[in-house]
């Protein structure tokens, strides 16, 4: 089974992740991207935080592949169980 767009969620600064989801069927997974993973995707300087979302929406193709290979090996985190993706994800 394989996972599908979801939804954008926001920028938590104090994370300093974005949120958004993906679906399995009818299930939606959490999932979070760190904004070092963000920022080392696009190999720029830190973006400034009301810019995050265009940032996630520029990479979102690779963001959501690199989601789905850790859903496919089961690389679940946290409580309830998300993927949370990370500049060594993208390696």
Known sequence: ???????????????????????SDKVEIAC??????????????????????AQFE???DRIEDCAIRKFQMSEFEGTPPGLILRTTDFR
């Open 32 to 53: 979070a991207i760190s904004t070092d993973a963000l920022d080392s995707l696009e190999k720029s300087g830190r973006v400034a935080p009301a810019q995050r979302a």
């Open 58 to 60: 520029r990479l979102r």
């Open 1 to 23: 089974m394989t996972l599908t767009r979801g939804t954008f969620g926001r920028f938590e600064y104090d994370r300093m992740v974005v949120l958004f989801s993906m679906m």
